[in-house]
């Protein structure tokens, strides 16, 4: 049964670049699509982009100039960059498995989530 | 502001059926794009409830289901527990935005 957990900071400097890892166990990232997603402290939720196993990339247009998704090439982990934070980057961000077929995916399983405070 | 729209909170007595609305528009579920369900339970991350408008999960009661018409979506719980009361959330493809979308979620207080 595939697990996620997601690890980095938990607080990050305005401005600076917020790094996120999530690794893979019990299953092979290899055929699937993976998600990084954010819950805002007043519970909303934020669809950040995925990456697919072969390393092609969609990201959130709102997010896309400060956003990148890479995974890594032993295929076990894969990970966030997202630059410029602000405190409006306070976020639990989680990641997530696609499931599904295209434009009709769900996320399943979910990591349990990271809280990333940004504050000087 | 989420692009699936759904009422902040909703509440039922043990027994009751409450439903979820999840309103979108016509580049997300009024584009025939599936409809998908997640319940938060406090301090924990969301959790797969439907799939593809009406499937559950393996595991997940038939208490609870799904449907969808036009451009809105509902999620049915019937014979209220209390362990249902969490936060529920919608899921949907969005052509405009190229990705997914979800509802800024409901809080289902169990009377």
């Known amino acids: 049964q595939v697990q996620l957990q997601e690890s980095g900071p938990g607080l990050v400097k305005p401005s600076e670049t917020l790094s996120l890892t999530c690794t893979v166990s019990?299953?092979?990232?290899?055929?699937?699509?993976w998600s990084w997603i954010r819950q805002f402290p007043g519970k909303g939720l934020e669809w950040i982009g995925y990456?697919?196993?072969?390393?092609?990339?969609n990201y959130n247009p709102s997010l896309k100039s400060r956003v990148t998704i890479s995974v890594d090439t032993s295929k076990t982990h894969f990970s966030l960059k997202l630059s410029s934070v602000t405190a409006a980057d306070t976020a639990v961000y989680y990641c997530?498995?696609?499931?599904?077929?295209?434009?009709?995916?769900?996320?399943?399983?979910w990591g349990q989530g990271t809280l990333v405070t940004v504050s000087s | 502001q989420s692009v699936l729209t759904q009422p902040p909170s909703v509440s039922g007595a043990p027994g009751q059926r409450v439903t979820i609305s999840c309103t979108g528009s016509?580049?997300?579920?009024?584009?025939?794009?599936?409809v998908h369900w997640y319940q938060q339970l406090p301090g924990t991350a969301p959790k797969l409830l439907i799939y593809?408008?009406?499937n559950r999960p393996s595991g997940v009661p038939d208490r609870f289901s799904g449907s969808k018409s036009g451009t809105s979506a509902s999620l049915a719980i019937t014979g209220l527990q209390a362990e249902d009361e969490a936060d529920y959330y919608c899921?949907?493809?969005?052509?405009?935005?190229?990705?997914?979308?979800f509802g800024g979620g409901t809080k289902l207080t169990v009377l």
């Open positions: 016509s580049s997300n579920i009024g584009a025939h794009y599936d």
């Open positions: 593809g408008n009406n």
């Open positions: 019990g299953d092979s990232i290899s055929s699937f699509y």
């Open positions: 990456i697919y196993y072969s390393g092609s990339t």
């Open positions: 997530a498995r696609h499931r599904g077929y295209s434009k009709s995916d769900w996320f399943d399983p």
């Open positions: 899921q949907s493809y969005d052509s405009s935005l190229s990705g997914s979308v």
